[in-house]
């Protein structure tokens, strides 16, 4: 890559900020990203994109998982469509929850590179402490209970960024770039949609990156290397058992909240995995009317994990097998639904080693290598990349680490927006080394 | 009593039914019987009652079981000020939630008589179909969500009446006739604060009433005989631990939902008992946050019974020591806090006799024997009973049981209103025949 | 009955006496009465009995419930062989556990009338204590851990006596008398096979009685009225899993462990009935090999009890359920097998007044009524009774009540051998009553 | 080393096997090592050894952890005493379980190097298969029930070879070689007892090693490198409750079977340790006299492991606190004793290589490097490895890896003796590279 490359992007410092912070004004929950998907389709469609797919072009009604109550969705709709800057030409494609953009930029012949960048926001409430970055510059979260932070507003900064660098130099370039703007990351609920659709049956390579690391983390250095996660899958139960008053006939009730006691206990009791780190958690249970009525209805929300998509699979096979036995016991019965799942991540090592020789010739990036104990989480672009693994291709999940006042999901997260600069410059270089 | 004061009583068919409609309109749940206590003061001191007791001179403010959220009790009360016809002189004594009337009629030398009228509603959606009898007549409850499906509406008309004609006949009366319009009936949350205020130390009768029964009644016959009520305990559980992610580290958490989970299964397997009935119900569970977080919080609402209350404190004992040992067993501290509370109520055997006879003797009422199989219920009138026996006073309780639609509790309840008449035929009669 | 039969039973005195501490000193376990059946056989045989049934005459051998494993069988038919005073040429009869006698004394036309005594001995270690009424007189067990501590070779010896009594006065009575030897009382294990086999097909009129109740009672009276029993069954169930390393590949395990405890609280959990009293209780549990293997198979005993036979049955279809879904939990199965059975039991109102009136009349007999509180056990005589009442006939239940020492059951359990004359005086007076 | 002292050692092949045969037939369990300790210290002892520790000069009684009951210890003293080959001068030391023997040969001025052995057998039925090598050999198992299924025989056998050949080229060393026959090793009962009694306190080296694998391995190859072994706790846990009568009075009852369900149900479910692998498993229940008894008392064996000794105490912590919560919740009591305990496990990697070199050296041995998927056991080794690593010694581990037909704790285990030759050629290396 030309030095004069990193010296555009250095120009394009406040334009970024700017995007960064339009983003962050307008937090979006997973699957009602529709003024943000408004807005890019926009953006990539002025800067010349060869496609700009949208709506039911980029995911299936059907395939989408967690979605959220139609009611919601159509507020949020009401809501991008008034006074936010939404672009009413691509709007109306998002309605009930159609989410998501992919823009393709053909550079003549060679690999297909995608690179992935996620879209949505948190259920977080942000600070308002007068010392919280976005409080004291006036872009903090116009949503009520929503907050961007997990850092998707950067991300999709940087997905903007490189997208109008890499148009601007696509005479340069070989093959196909294809940006992947994911919608419900949080709770890995979208990028199976997106693999369902096709779009990675012709990518040969797949990058992708979260900006931020903790509070701990000290320098602007992107974290290159043996990235991995966790396989998981997110399920939903609903008992449905019969009410019947406390006192006078309480055998005539089917105990929905003694059948989700029953599975709580039992699914923290699934066994451990010989070769293979699991997690099991039952986080939410809300169950029943009244105090003197048998309760009929209860439900759970959990989440099995597994350093390998086997593993994985064991713990959700017996948490079924659970669910289905406590609601018999009980003389209920049970809904099982599948509200996101995604497969266990790993970096291709010789790939990731061409990645981190680009990064490490550009002479504006500091490079680090990924230690293994941030491997405890889950990351839906393990679905994408499995997907890119399977018929040949190669991926690569780079850590573009900047400082941070709070961790990932606290309510005071601020990330350095210096690291806007450094992940532009680094897919740069990645894709310039790639596809020349 | 004098065949006159029943032609009395029937004159005012038109006055009962219209006090019954007023208060079936504006349904108030427990301790926010504001607009409804206001309305009785007002009638018992136009009635010429020697005292009137309102707001803390009925109960001490920290007595009260079961308390609504402060927010909510104050919006009750801008309700109550507003449009709904509430008597402005007394409103005000009820703020925060000091409901109940107590009125005092002296009639001379001779024992003291109390009679119980309940006032609360239930968190009953009334139903809108067509046939539902407030509909057709126009009274159906403007409160949405709240509704008298437990006749309450009707008992305070039968109290209203009774007031106006003992007031009438008071001259034919000895001794001191107290009415207590009691807040909080269910729950059996109210009872308890009027011991405790010292209204029942000198009282030598007692005497009260459920005016409707069961969908299944077909005629107006009241019961007079061996009733029996469960003592019960209702209990609010709320479990702290800590919370953690789910992944990274879940032993960092204390796990709030397992300590309720195993609560939930220990207490239902608390032993029967050998001599007794008893009864156990957690009817309602709420905990967590989201699935990959270990829960930090949880609350219980659960209650226990017993046919004797030594019985009922045995499931309480135990109960607790359940829920304390569960908060333990994972880490977790709870607090818990008692919602309602009730002994186990039985009728003095020769004074119901004495009712009995003085029932029969009028040739107005049509009388009949308490069965056994009513006695699987509790009723807050236990705890006044209790009170008053103690000291070697006397308590009965009837069933004035009238035809309705539905059973108590449900939707579409609807009592016969020829049992407004009924009633004050029968507590007229009895408070003639002891005090005459 | 003339007054001479209570003097010729009187001159019994030493016989039955005798009778009794033979049977005490070779106590037999459920289905092992084999030196007990094949002396009763003789006797009955000797006192000109026209019909002497043992073997698969009494029970057939598929229907016994509750059966112990062949060898313990064996080893008891071996002991009855030797030294003990069997008669041989009835005992080859009782092999294999076939125990039982029924004997008929035909008196002509007239009904049917059984009278059942129970003949097995309960798991015990008499004590050593040199105060023991067997010890003092030097005829306790001689079968280590074996004891006669439920009364039933009083049983035995009055139903012999009785045999004895009314075999020579068959001349004086119409009809027939059925006297029933029954197996395996203990456990609720032996009655049904009875019925089974048809005996009460063709009983008009059936009698039983216990002859001791507990250490408090004073006196010798015999307990005739409302008595009742409770519906039971015994369940035994054996979850089979797989056994795998602790600590290498838990996860390739069936924790039959896990599936037993979670049985265990579910169980405690079943409701209580609105209507009737229950009883629950896991009295038993056996599981594992050694701490580093993940459990393959445990044994668990358990029993449930109603005040009604519908109250029963709810409550052991309930327990199966949670059985064999806590078997599916953790991927094991469940064999569950009935070790013991018997109805609610309760006496024919008229006919107990009938035979009350018998007692009462003969001048050596005190009786007294049975109090309600009696009725928290069960009875195997229940099934017989019910067998009865199902095509007409009528049962009564007596309690032949004499002082102990000990309540039953326990160790130094020695009930007043006056109740012996007492036992056949009470069933002789019942039957010329009846069939005279 | 010299390459004669290999020969020397093949020249040992008839008794090395001789010796092994021999313990085969007369395996022992854990602190019943009395026949086995009594041999060993008079060949040591006949060896010429300077120092031969027995009795509590090895350990002090009241450090031994999961001791069998005195009877049973009682009878294999008796046992031992009798027609088994026992030194007679010697098997009194060991009396009520006071084995294991430490062996010292010093050699002038030097380190101080350890070898450790382990000597009890398993309590496995050895198969009666013709094919089973001990059977058709004639040196199988004289105590039925018993086995040396887990190559401790073996273990003793190259020690005392070691131990010859050591003691006759003593000469040609330094320091001090300190043999321990460690008693109770299965169940990681022994070796804590031996840290306590002061033994590690002067040790600069430590060498172990298990002989045999699992029955996958092919060839005679000792494993040297990275090993790794559990930390473990083994608790049993005894509660106490109070019987009563499941039908008449289950409420005066004090379940100790509910206790122990609610604590295996809620023991399995311990949370997974974010940074470490854990395991849990309550291995055996024994809980109850009979069906219709309210359960009084109840046993529990239950182990704990953590791939850290921290992660092995927070399972331990957590287990007591579940233990005691579910004995208080049920009004019990519960007693816990620690039946074993060994922390985790790890060899000194440079130490490690100077033994891997050493080995390399002798033309003789065939080494390879341990895989990690070994480290999912326990090893009491590692108790006196930390010992004298937490002083600044080294320790480590060998795999003496022979072929067998079937893997360890197997009733057909047999490695191949060819590994006996190959286990003092290697110790012999270690010793004379590390000393010389």
Known sequence: MEHDVNREIDKMKEELIALRRDFHRYPELGWTEMRTSSIIARKLTDLGFDQVLTGDEVVHAKDRMGLPEEDYMEQCYARAQKEEGSNLEFLPRTRGGMTGVIGGLRCGKGPTLALRFDMDALPVKETD??????????????????????????????????????????????GTVKFIFQPAEEGVRGASAIVDAGHMDDVDYLLGAHMAGDASTRECAIGVGEWRSLATTKLDADFYGRAAHAGKHPEEGNNALLSAASAVLNLHAIPRVGGAMTRINVGRLIAGAGRNVICDQSHLELEVRGSTSEADEYMERYARRILES???????????????????????????????????????????????????????????????????????????????????????????????????????????????
Do not use: W
């Open 129 to 174: 402490s007068r010392d919280h970055f976005p409080n004291k510059e006036g872009f903090s979260s116009r949503h009520d209970g929503i907050m961007h932070a997990c850092g998707h507003d950067c991300h999709m900064a940087v997905g903007l960024g490189t997208a109008k660098i890499l148009a601007a130099h696509r005479k340069d370039l070989h």
């Open 326 to 436: 406590s609601a018999r016991m009980h003389g209920c019965h049970v809904k099982i639904s599948v509200a996101g799942k995604t497969c266990a991540g790993r970096n291709d090592p010789d790939f990731t080693e061409k990645i981190r020789a680009a990064l490490m010739a550009n002479s504006d990036l500091r490079v680090e290598p990924i230690s293994q104990n941030r491997s405890l989480v889950s990351e839906d672009y393990a679905t994408l990349a499995e997907a890119v693994q399977s018929h040949g291709g190669k991926s690569s999940y780079l850590l573009n680490i900047v400082p941070t006042v709070a961790s990932l999901h606290e309510c005071n997260f601020s990330p350095d927006e210096a690291g806007l600069m450094n992940g532009v410059k680094a897919f740069t270089a990645a894709v310039f080394a790639l596809m020349k």
